[in-house]
């Protein structure tokens, strides 16, 4: 019996192309302006001490901003930098810039979950807060009250079944009890790896494996 759902974000609550179109355009455009303002407020220089580790070099400001710009054109999942993302993200939406994009179907079928009783859970790439922000300036209105809990890149990387393991002793149930929703494959391998069950969203995408995973096209085909 599923107890707990853990659902992924981009291309499966959410549309890949807000992320991509919207999102990361937005935070290239003002990461530089950000970071010169803010550099020496000590949240973001921690997040900048944790941006030099990661490169392996002592930059300075403007080398900081061109590997942080870099790191968003490559799409990388380094977890300062989507923790600086989700900062600039922040004055976005409280900006009226944009709204946090989610599928109507998403939104009616996590509250009927969480009507059965069914504990929601978050795990992106993207950092917690940015997580939040997104379900919290939708068009739906403030979401999070959904979620029991929100999980990144600090519990682990996406396709490490260790990740769903740690997930799991932090929900305090069993793998076999948890529900993970994504529309990538090799996240999915890991959770089911870990003993998760499994459905994979495909959205946006055409199925290239049948079989390993049950299939969902939106949430209304989820059935637990």
């Given at each position: 019996?599923i107890?707990?759902?853990?659902?992924?974000?981009?291309?499966?609550?959410?549309?890949?192309?807000?992320?991509?179109?919207?999102?990361?355009?937005y935070?290239?455009?003002?990461?530089?302006?950000?970071?010169?303002?803010?550099?020496?407020?000590?949240?973001?220089a921690?997040?900048?001490?944790?941006?030099?580790?990661?490169?392996?070099?002592?930059?300075?400001?403007?080398g900081?901003?061109?590997?942080?710009?870099?790191?968003i054109?490559?799409?990388?999942?380094?977890?300062?930098?989507?923790?600086?993302?989700?900062?600039?993200?922040?004055?976005?939406?409280?900006?009226?810039?944009?709204?946090?994009h989610?599928?109507?179907?998403?939104?009616?079928?996590?509250?009927?979950?969480?009507?059965?009783?069914?504990?929601?859970?978050?795990?992106?790439?993207?950092?917690?807060?940015?997580?939040?922000?997104?379900?919290?300036?939708?068009?739906?209105?403030?979401l999070?009250?959904?979620?029991?809990?929100?999980?990144?890149?600090?519990?682990?990387?996406?396709?490490?079944?260790?990740?769903?393991?740690?997930?799991?002793?932090?929900?305090?149930?069993?793998?076999?009890?948890?529900?993970?929703?994504?529309?990538?494959?090799?996240?999915?391998?890991?959770?089911?790896?870990?003993?998760?069950?499994?459905?994979?969203?495909?959205?946006?995408?055409?199925?290239?494996?049948?079989?390993k995973h049950?299939?969902?096209?939106?949430?209304?085909?989820?059935?637990?």
């Amino acid at each position: 019996m599923i107890k707990a759902i853990v659902t992924d974000i981009e291309g499966t609550t959410s549309s890949l192309s807000f992320v991509k179109e919207v999102l990361f355009p937005y935070a290239r455009a003002h990461i530089g302006e950000f970071v010169r303002s803010h550099q020496h407020k000590p949240e973001m220089a921690r997040l900048l001490t944790e941006v030099r580790a990661a490169a392996g070099e002592a930059l300075d400001t403007e080398g900081l901003i061109r590997q942080l710009i870099r790191w968003i054109d490559d799409d990388r999942k380094i977890t300062p930098l989507k923790s600086l993302q989700g900062l600039i993200w922040e004055h976005g939406y409280r900006n009226g810039d944009f709204k946090g994009h989610i599928y109507p179907d998403a939104v009616q079928k996590l509250q009927a979950f969480k009507h059965q009783g069914i504990d929601l859970y978050v795990y992106s790439s993207g950092s917690v807060y940015a997580q939040k922000l997104l379900f919290g300036h939708t068009a739906f209105g403030d979401l999070t009250a959904l979620f029991s809990g929100y999980f990144d890149t600090h519990i682990g990387a996406k396709q490490d079944p260790e990740s769903y393991t740690r997930i799991a002793a932090q929900i305090a149930l069993p793998p076999a009890q948890i529900l993970f929703l994504s529309d990538i494959m090799e996240e999915l391998d890991a959770a089911s790896a870990a003993g998760f069950k499994t459905y994979w969203l495909v959205r946006e995408a055409t199925p290239v494996v049948i079989g390993k995973h049950p299939i969902a096209a939106d949430f209304d085909m989820i059935v637990v």
